[in-house]
C-alpha cells in the first residue's frame, strides 16, 4: 500500500506510485543549515500519511534536540497536521527514540511514527534500521527518521530504509495580499532529492507544499528563474573642476 503525495512527477519516481506504507524512510539535510527544512519536509510526509490513515502519530526525540525537533502546535497545525493527533515524547538519548520508535511500530493503531536523531545519530545504522523495518512490516505502520548530519553524503552507510530523502532550504515566493503594502511569505519551498529508492528512480525536484490541500507540487520554472541583467547606465564623463 502506498500513499500519493500529490505531485504526479514525484509518485512517478517512487515503485508504488507514491510512499510506501509499513516501511522506513530516512530524511537528512542536504547540508549543515537544512535541518528545519528536513523537519519541514518530513511533516509533508507525516501529514500525507495522516490523511490516508486513522490514529495518532507519534512523535520521539530527545530532550535537548538542539535548535530544532521540538513539536510547536500552532506551527504543526499551519502546515496541514491536526496537533490533536500528536503524542509527543521526549527522551533521553537516541538510543530511547530508536527504542521509542520500535514499540510505537508494534502498537496497533499509530497512524505513523516520527523519530528525530539531532544528536547522535551514529546509534542509527543498518541493525537499528532493520528492527524497525521488522516491526513495521509486521505491523503495517510506517517510520520516518530524521538524520541530523552534516550532509548527503555523510549519511551513504547503509541501513535498510526503503528511501532516503536528502532537503536543502530554497526561498519561497512572496505572496502580496489586497490591502496590504508588504507581501507575505509563500509556501515552503525545498529542493528535494531522492538519494536512494528501493526499485525506484532516484532523482530531484524544486518542491512546494501547500498546507491547504496536503500535497507537494512542483515550483513554477519561471519563480526560481534568475531575474534578466539590466543594462548599466553610465553616468556622463566629468569634465574636470568648474572655475567658481
Known sequence: ?????????????????????????EIVPAGPGDMAATLGFGLGLLARIAAARPGPVLWATTRDPGRHGTAYPPGLAAAGFDPGRLIHLAVGTAQDVLWALEEGLATPGFAAVLGILARDGRRYDFTASRRLSLRAAAGGG???VLRAVGGATDAAGSTAAATRWAVAARPSVPVRHPGHAMPGLGPPRWHVELLRCKRGRPHDWLVEWDHETLRFHLAAPLADRAPVPQTAVRPPAATGWRAA
Do not use: F, N, S, Y
Request: net charge negative.
Open 142 to 144: 510506517t517510520a520516518i
Open 1 to 25: 500500500m502506498a500513499v500519493p503525495l500529490g505531485e504526479p512527477r514525484l509518485d512517478a519516481a517512487l515503485p508504488e506510485g507514491g510512499l510506501e506504507l509499513g516501511v522506513v524512510h
